[in-house]
């Protein structure tokens, strides 16, 4: 029997590189490559120091870094973060065009944009710098109270994993 060039019996097999590219398409990665379907559409970001940016997702790399454009801050403040009879409350402000780099990146989700704002309907919008004013009298206290808190557990000999840029 004689054989058959390898290319012929790649154009004859029907599911050839289809399979191929149908297994790539289902495979899960878990490096920067599964942002890939993401690019030139909007995203939400959530970053170390607790910041929450909107915006579409122009381009990254393997590093994750990533390029925001027509980006929106928002500062949300729940009753949980702010002993006050107010009802949830949200500032935001309009960033433009934002590099953000890989290693402060915590989640990153793609957005419907149908629904993207539904749930500001039940939220009250304050200015952003009054937000972001209150927010970081929220972040001064939590570091209070971790330092409080580490300083305990090294009195038993025991270590706390808090980090001052976690403020998620």
């Not at 058959?4 to 097999?13: G, K, L, V």
């Not at 590093?63 to 454009?69: D, G, K, R, T």
């Not at 570091?143 to 038993?156: A, G």
């Amino acid at each position: 029997m004689a054989s058959i060039p390898q290319q012929q019996q790649a154009s004859s097999d029907p599911m050839g590189s289809n399979a191929e590219d149908l297994y790539l398409e289902s495979y899960a990665f878990t490096t920067a490559a599964a942002i890939v379907g993401s690019v030139d559409r909007k995203v939400y970001v959530l970053l170390r120091d607790g910041r929450n940016l909107f915006g579409i997702l122009r381009t990254f790399d393997q590093f994750a870094n990533l390029v925001l454009q027509d980006t929106i801050e928002r500062i949300y403040l729940n009753d949980s973060q702010v002993e006050s009879k107010e009802p949830n409350r949200f500032g935001e402000a309009y960033r433009g065009v934002f590099l953000v780099r890989g290693e402060n990146v915590v989640m990153l989700g793609e957005l419907d944009i149908d629904q993207e704002d539904d749930h500001l309907e039940s939220l009250q919008q304050i200015p952003f710098e009054e937000a972001e004013t209150e927010l970081k009298s929220i972040h001064k206290a939590k570091l209070k109270e971790e330092k409080i808190k580490t300083k305990k557990l090294l009195s038993k000999g025991l270590i706390n994993d808090f980090v001052k840029s976690d403020l998620y």
